[in-house]
């Protein structure tokens, strides 16, 4: 149903619409996007690199949490290759892909969304994407773990003049999850979602560790939120958490 009117890109007015069972508000009709990604990567994002660093230090906690560090990694939608760049700088087995970016920093290593990976990231993609079902529909048919980035509505739905994550200079974002409506998209999907309930998610058709479960939660990833080594602080709690119970 209709949800409030917003400009995009400082020119289009947009009607936004919000579910009423599962709460997503999206962007139904952005006819505005080959201007907004007119470069694949949003100018304004001074935080790229520095949110990659991050994501690279809880990327491989959860790698080794899961045991999978001699395993095979995809990062979907992954722009210039910076995550996958440093991942390998890491000594991960990892690969990208980007159907609207060429990969700059890690060429020789561009991947296969029909290929079965041991872990899928995707990092800041999903409030790209109106469908995420038929978008993720062929990575899920091969993949069993997804982990992957969108902040959600906080419990009072924001309107766009209210909230930054609707980016409306950019034009970029057109959809905005609620817990529920990543519940359904990992259902569609045949996985389960373990979620920190504000911006990390893992969609995941296996058991997790118990380790695992720790570093998705709210207080460790909250704890991580703020700094690379407020994270990797919080990551080693994980880890020491690990080693105790092995």
Not at 1 to 8: G, K, S
Not at 146 to 153: I, S
Not at 211 to 216: E, P
Request: proline letters at 4%; hydrophobic letters at 35%.
């Amino acid at each position: 149903m209709p949800f409030d009117r917003a400009v995009v890109l400082g020119k289009y007015e947009v009607d936004f619409h919000r579910c009423t069972s599962c709460g997503l508000i999206v962007a139904p009709d952005p006819t505005w996007l080959d201007e907004a990604y007119a470069s694949a990567i949003y100018d304004g994002d001074s935080g790229l690199l520095r949110r990659c660093r991050l994501m690279s230090t809880l990327t491989t906690t959860l790698i080794r949490s899961e045991r999978l560090s001699d395993g095979r990694f995809l990062d979907w939608a992954g722009g210039y290759g910076a995550l996958t760049r440093m991942m390998r700088d890491k000594g991960f087995d990892y690969y990208t892909t980007d159907a609207y970016a060429t990969n700059l920093l890690a060429p020789g290593y561009e991947g296969d969304e029909s290929t079965s990976y041991d872990l899928v990231t995707a990092f800041e993609v999903v409030e790209h994407i109106s469908d995420p079902v038929a978008e993720l529909e062929k990575l899920a048919a091969v993949n069993d773990r997804l982990f992957f980035t969108t902040r959600l509505q906080p419990a009072i739905p924001p309107r766009p003049s209210e909230w930054y994550y609707y980016a409306l200079e950019s034009g970029q974002h057109i959809a905005f999850h609620t817990h529920r409506s990543l519940e359904v998209v990992a259902e569609r999907l045949g996985y389960q979602l373990t979620s920190n309930g504000d911006n990390y998610h893992l969609f995941h058709r296996v058991p997790l560790r118990a380790t695992t479960k720790l570093l998705l939660s709210p207080r460790v990833t909250q704890a991580g939120r703020s700094s690379v080594s407020a994270a990797r602080s919080a990551v080693s709690r994980v880890r020491a958490r690990g080693a105790s119970t092995t």
